[in-house]
């Protein structure tokens, strides 16, 4: 089999034999490049093997997320969540994915990314069941994005018109994490010179069990670009001796460093190492942008409940640090300014007037760091 990136063919691999051929190392993906080793000892080419399962996996929606398991149900894939069943989802549904342009093709089998390509093609709509949990339907084509989109929130992608779009959900009674998602993207709004971030908007969608109350956001991955999550770069990184944060500084500042800063100002506790990354250039495999901001659903949800969370270890580089000590270690790296009207309108307005309290928590810590 072929791991393509689009038409480009990067790695050969024969699981069952036990080979594993790189072909494109400056196109592999970050996880896998530089990793794969030359020698022809049995331990390395199990590790060859083992770094391909485990790539091949990581690409694989978990069990965990809600409505998974209805999800794989209505592919008739076996709910085992091992890594050798991950791998054959992985290979079943070809890996395609909406955030890149990876995708695993048959040794002799004719394909063009433009048929496989499901960012410029129709999709299956399993929304309702991505959101609900339900649906009667047995689905047997598995070239779609629900078994590749990472997260525990439950969620699902939809053509609006000609657009792509993201719908998320969550399984609280108040719909608390999807609310504050949508005010945290607002609030994110209000500062300037900043890393560009996801805008989410609300909706309500009818579902087979009722109405829900959801985010929105567009697919922000267009083809040209591959999104690389930050795990990925940082393993790259320690292969090739790389200071990855100094790095990151030296080619980004500001708009790296203030991800860590918006983070402590909206309290987002889940900053991890999957949903922060880059964008990857598809012809020439570098590195040429750090990725918008997304995944807001836990930002603010302290705030909402009153719970003091600015001592919650950050999971932004898996150190010991909290998220308001990276703040404060990268505030000075940053030139964010805040629009201090705007966030009062905002606060002001009918729609947030019972999240005052929300607002006061969010403006202090703005006033702690010294941005206002």
Not at 97 to 126: F, G, H, M, P, T
Not at 273 to 293: K, R, W
Not at 357 to 363: A, G
């Amino acid at each position: 089999m072929y791991l393509m990136l689009k038409n480009t063919e990067v790695l050969y691999f024969d699981l069952e034999d036990f080979v594993v051929e790189v072909i494109r190392n400056d196109l592999l993906p970050y996880c896998l490049r530089s990793n794969i080793r030359l020698s022809t000892k049995m331990k390395d080419i199990l590790h060859n093997i083992q770094e391909v399962k485990a790539y091949l996996s990581s690409r694989v929606l978990s069990l965990s997320r809600d409505n998974a398991k209805q999800i794989y149900a209505a592919f008739q894939i076996p709910q085992v969540d091992s890594t050798d069943n991950r791998v054959n989802i992985c290979i079943k549904c070809k890996g395609v994915s909406i955030v890149d342009s990876y995708w695993v093709k048959e040794d002799e089998e004719v394909a063009d990314w433009a048929k496989i390509n499901i960012r410029q093609n129709q999709l299956s709509d399993i929304l309702d069941l991505s959101l609900s949990g339900f649906s009667p339907t047995i689905t047997t084509n598995p070239i779609c994005p629900e078994l590749t989109t990472k997260g525990l929130f439950r969620k699902g992608w939809v053509y609006l018109g000609d657009t792509l779009y993201l719908l998320k959900s969550d399984k609280t009674n108040e719909y608390v994490n999807t609310r504050m998602e949508v005010l945290a993207s607002e609030i994110l709004e209000c500062f300037h010179n900043r890393l560009d971030s996801i805008v989410y908007l609300s909706d309500i969608k009818e579902t087979a069990r009722g109405t829900a109350y959801v985010s929105i956001c567009q697919n922000f991955v267009q083809e040209e670009h591959s999104f690389i999550e930050a795990w990925e770069v940082m393993d790259y990184c320690k292969r090739r001796k790389i200071d990855f944060r100094k790095q990151c500084l030296e080619r980004w500042g500001s708009k790296f460093a203030c991800i860590p800063v918006l983070d402590y100002i909206i309290i987002n506790t889940d900053r991890h190492t999957q949903n922060y990354g880059f964008m990857m250039n598809n012809d020439t495999g570098s590195l040429e942008a750090v990725a918008p901001m997304f995944d807001l659903n836990c930002a603010l949800v302290a705030d909402y409940f009153k719970i003091e969370a600015g001592d919650t270890l950050s999971q932004m580089f898996n150190t010991k640090e909290t998220i308001r000590e990276l703040a404060f270690q990268y505030i000075e790296y940053t030139d964010l300014r805040f629009d201090e009207q705007a966030f009062l309108k905002l606060a002001e307005s009918s729609r947030y007037r019972a999240l005052r309290y929300v607002f006061e928590r969010v403006y202090a810590r703005i006033q702690e760091l010294g941005i206002i």
